[in-house]
């Protein structure tokens, strides 16, 4: 297989390239009214995801509109949760709900591993994308992390503090690594699937990484997270923990090849704590893409000059917003290349 641009890959692997390659978390979305068409015609967003023609047409559009170097795959973190026993809604506006959630042994006893078979509409997705793609980009495969999926099956929804989950981790601890080697498991299989089904670079979503003390985010998260990386070594990893400020060491430290940053996250001091042996994405601040093209232009230049022009992956430094103008995040792309350019060759 040869991808026609896989610049993607190779800023990945710490490998040459004639520009920085750029992405966006959360572009096949609403901030696309082609998505928003197809999204219209079905009952709701799990039904879509569900659906791998329309979800392999929705994960291209932003290749095709925006320009993007990489797809990713069209689907949720909670796919998982729902593989293992515990399904999900998702509430206009409100976000997910699960009605079930894990408070008990016996809860923690019916779950179970998921496996190809309660997960082969990613597959099936992946492998309709990679078909139509054609080569032209490399196509992303994704999972939330461990600790972020705990959140959920232990809350039942999005929170500020997440104070329950929290709370287990104090008072039942080795509950809770019962509960996350059992949702680690499942992530494995789930990956190993997605590598088969040609996934050609993976995301860990690390969203909630921000509400946990260093000590504990290295014991409860980072350690499952490593456990699924070196699991899925035949193709290259990112971690995005966002707010893992006191781990950025740790995670660098982890064999994986990218980092994430998110927006708050300083460049500099990031790269020293991570190291030069990786490749950094981000880290745009999102609300940056409200202003005007001049200051969306200006900002993107800042960022790229501070990564430097090797070992970077642009992309914002969380998903864009769905009430972002699409013409904000191309102009954000299309500086991102056209500067990075420039950078190459010295004439900037
Ligand atoms: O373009 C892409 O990035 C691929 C698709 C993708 C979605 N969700 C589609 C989606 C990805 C990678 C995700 C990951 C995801 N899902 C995360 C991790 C990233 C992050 O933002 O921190 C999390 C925490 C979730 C859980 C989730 N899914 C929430 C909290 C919500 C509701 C928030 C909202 O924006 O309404 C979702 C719904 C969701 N996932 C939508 C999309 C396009 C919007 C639902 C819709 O179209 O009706």
Redesign the pocket.
């Known amino acids: 297989m040869t991808l026609t641009n896989d610049l993607l890959l190779r800023a990945a692997r710490g490998e040459k390239t004639e520009r920085t390659p750029v992405w966006v978390?959360?572009?096949?979305?609403?901030i696309l009214n082609e998505?928003n068409e197809v999204?219209k015609k079905l009952s709701?967003?799990i039904e879509l995801v569900k659906m791998p023609e329309l979800a392999a047409e929705v994960t291209i559009q932003?290749v095709d509109i925006l320009g993007v170097d990489a797809a990713?795959?069209?689907?949720?973190?909670?796919v998982i949760p729902e593989a293992m026993g515990l399904p999900y809604q998702?509430l206009?506006g409100r976000?997910?709900f699960f009605p079930e959630t894990i408070k008990t042994e016996e809860d923690l006893n019916k779950l179970r591993t998921a496996d190809d078979d309660s997960l082969g509409y990613v597959a099936e997705a992946i492998r309709l994308t990679k078909k139509e793609l054609n080569d032209r980009v490399p196509l992303i495969g994704?999972t939330?992390a461990p600790w972020?999926l705990f959140c959920y099956m232990i809350e039942g929804k999005?929170s500020k503090t997440f104070s329950l989950a929290r709370r287990m981790l104090y008072e039942k601890p080795a509950f809770s690594h019962t509960l996350l080697s059992k949702i680690t498991d499942s992530i494995i299989n789930y990956l190993k699937m997605q590598i088969a089904a040609g996934a050609d670079i993976l995301q860990i979503?690390d969203?909630w990484a921000g509400v946990l003390p260093p000590w504990q985010y290295d014991e409860f998260s980072l350690k499952y997270i490593s456990r699924i990386i070196d699991s899925v070594s035949d193709i290259p990893t990112i971690i995005f923990a966002?707010g893992a400020y006191g781990s950025r060491k740790s995670i660098g430290n982890t064999n994986c090849d990218v980092v994430g940053l998110d927006w708050n996250m300083d460049i500099g001091e990031s790269r020293s704590l991570v190291g030069e042996e990786k490749t950094l994405q981000g880290n745009m601040d999102p609300a940056a893409l409200y202003a005007g093209f001049d200051i969306i232009r200006e900002e993107t230049r800042k960022m790229l000059d501070l990564f430097g022009s090797d070992r970077h992956i642009a992309n914002l430094g969380?998903?864009v917003y769905?009430d972002t103008n699409a013409d904000s995040v191309k102009c954000f792309i299309d500086e991102v290349k056209e500067y990075s350019a420039k950078m190459r060759q010295g004439n900037y």
Do not use: N, V, W
């Open positions: 978390m959360r572009q096949a979305g609403r998505y999204r709701g967003f932003p990713i795959i069209f689907s949720d973190i909670l998702m206009e976000g997910p994704f939330g972020t999005g979503f969203s966002k969380h998903g769905p």
